[in-house]
């Protein structure tokens, strides 16, 4: 079932209750009303009789006459009349009066009323000549009861009117009110793998609408990101893998087919593993590029020590390249233990690829093999700084050495992928921090990176 047709009905049947309750009370107020108005002329009527009664002097039979033929003309009421000792003296018709409540009501002196079959019945204690005596009366509400079920016939009319009305309002507003949805639901069937790009058209009006379709906005902005960093990615390995793997695999056909000496094996095992050694390092960087992509949401952040994760860093880099040199400085922090001069929310395992990425390009361009790091902390802002003393990079290339798989002019000065600073990059923005490139060429390069210590990664 649609929402509007859904949403139609609830509200009707809501509304028809109310609608109900409303009609009921609006006909038991009108029938107390009646009942009461009714009383009100048969005690009057009551009285009248007893006055006629008593103060006429009228033979009995009389009485009767005109009583009898008053009723053909009006709706006359039949009164019954006892004397102190409770027996009967007078009565237009027999009246079985057995009701015991009406008589203790009467004894003290409280004017009696009830309905039975279909008539209301009532009883006075009246006076004459200083003599009690207990009149009660009889007559039924023709006419009242004739507009109370003309009154009760139009309500159903109306009721039931109202109620189609209601539902039919209710599913008018339901379908203009859900409309836009609509809208939402054909924009999304639009956009498919090839138009990630497509997005909501948001209204004018900051409501409900607004906010859904920004939130499938953004939610496509992810799907987009991450769609296009798997074809990236994708396209990538399949690219720059095939070269070294291409040259390994040459290198391995000709060994077999060509050389003859011992050394010529060997320089062809040399080179097999010189390019084996590119697609392990090549893959590595693909690897760690892919994991610099990750969503924010998909990355643990805990508390880490920057200068624990540079000291890593710088080990694994001297292991790896006897000779290179790294110097680390702190400048104005608490180097002992229990410090939390170093402390920040962030992913250590990615920043320690981003540490080793920098520290390994600034010894690789360095013509002395050398890199000079320094840690500080001042306002709650930590900056690293990771500087070289190397070729440097010229002014028009600076703003492309963070591209995927960018070379500069000094590509030639070492070998190199291009994933490196790109890699670099995303781990620093994917902790909301930011990196600063300043170089002069044959001085050196500075990449400075700076992260709000006291920033809170899952906000």
Same mark, same amino acid.
Do not use: M, W
């Given at each position: 079932m649609k929402i509007a047709i859904r949403t139609a009905l609830t509200y009707g049947i809501l509304t028809a209750g109310i609608l109900f309750v409303f009609a009921y009370g609006v006909i038991w107020v009108s029938k107390e009303n009646q009942n009461e108005e009714f009383f009100d002329r048969l005690g009057y009527k009551i009285t009248w009789r007893a006055e006629f009664y008593f103060d006429a002097g009228i033979d009995e039979n009389m009485v009767h006459f005109l009583h009898i033929r008053n009723q053909k003309i009006l709706n006359e009421a039949d009164i019954s009349i006892y004397n102190s000792d409770k027996k009967l003296i007078f009565s237009d018709i027999n009246l079985s009066l057995d009701n015991n409540i009406a008589w203790k009501k009467l004894d003290k002196g409280i004017t009696a009323k009830w309905t039975q079959d279909h008539q209301q019945y009532m009883g006075v204690v009246y006076t004459h000549k200083n003599k009690k005596y207990y009149i009660f009366g009889r007559a039924k509400d023709v006419t009242g009861e004739f507009y109370m079920h003309r009154l009760i016939h139009h309500i159903k009319i109306i009721y039931v009117i109202s109620v189609l009305v209601v539902f039919g309002i209710g599913f008018i507003f339901s379908y203009y009110t859900l409309k836009p949805l609509k809208g939402i639901i054909n924009q999304i069937r639009d956009i498919s793998e090839h138009q990630l790009s497509h997005r909501l058209k948001l209204p004018k009006t900051k409501d409900e609408i607004y906010e859904l379709s920004e939130t499938f906005n953004i939610t496509f902005n992810r799907l987009e990101k991450s769609f296009n960093t798997h074809k990236n990615?994708?396209? $990538?390995?399949?690219?720059?893998?095939?070269?070294?793997?291409?040259?390994?695999?040459?290198?391995?056909?000709?060994?077999?087919?060509?050389?003859? $000496?011992?050394?010529?094996?060997?320089?062809?095992?040399?080179?097999?593993?010189?390019?084996?050694?590119?697609?392990?390092?090549?893959?590595?960087?693909?690897?760690?590029?892919?994991?610099?992509? &990750?969503?924010?949401?998909?990355?643990?952040?805990?508390?880490?020590?920057?200068?624990?994760?540079?000291?890593?860093?710088?080990?694994?880099?001297?292991?790896?390249?006897?000779? &290179?040199?790294?110097?680390?400085? &702190?400048?104005?922090?608490?180097?002992?233990?229990? #410090?939390?001069?170093?402390?920040?929310?962030?992913?250590?395992?990615?920043?320690?690829?981003?540490?080793?990425?920098?520290?390994?390009?600034? !010894?690789? &361009? #360095?013509?002395?093999?050398? !890199?000079?790091?320094?840690?500080?902390?001042?306002?709650?802002?930590?900056?690293?700084?990771?500087?070289?003393?190397?070729?440097?990079?010229?002014?028009?290339?600076?703003?492309?050495?963070?591209?995927?798989?960018?070379?500069?002019?000094?590509?030639?000065?070492?070998?190199?992928?291009?994933?490196?600073?790109?890699?670099?990059?995303?781990?620093?923005?994917?902790?909301?921090? #930011?990196?600063?490139?300043?170089?002069?060429?044959?001085?050196? #390069?500075?990449?400075?990176?700076?992260?709000?210590?006291?920033?809170?990664?899952?906000?």
């Open positions: 990615f994708v396209s $990538t390995i399949s690219h720059e893998l095939r070269t070294p793997l291409s040259a390994l695999i040459a290198e391995l056909q000709l060994a077999k087919e060509l050389n003859v $000496t011992l050394d010529e094996y060997k320089q062809s095992i040399d080179n097999a593993l010189s390019d084996a050694e590119k697609a392990t390092n090549l893959s590595t960087a693909l690897l760690d590029l892919a994991r610099a992509n &990750y969503d924010i949401s998909q990355v643990s952040f805990v508390k880490v020590r920057l200068d624990e994760i540079l000291i890593d860093a710088k080990l694994y880099i001297l292991n790896k390249n006897h000779d &290179y040199k790294v110097n680390v400085s &702190y400048d104005n922090l608490d180097l002992s233990e229990f #410090s939390n001069d170093f402390e920040f929310i962030g992913n250590q395992y990615l920043l320690y690829i981003a540490f080793a990425n920098l520290i390994e390009n600034a !010894c690789k &361009y #360095s013509s002395d093999r050398s !890199c000079k790091v320094s840690l500080s902390n001042k306002d709650n802002l930590l900056t690293l700084e990771f500087t070289d003393n190397g070729i440097g990079i010229p002014k028009d290339e600076q703003e492309k050495v963070f591209d995927l798989f960018f070379r500069g002019k000094n590509k030639s000065f070492n070998q190199g992928n291009g994933i490196g600073l790109s890699i670099v990059q995303q781990i620093i923005n994917l902790h909301k921090g #930011s990196i600063e490139l300043i170089s002069e060429e044959n001085i050196g #390069s500075s990449f400075i990176i700076k992260f709000k210590k006291e920033h809170n990664i899952s906000e």
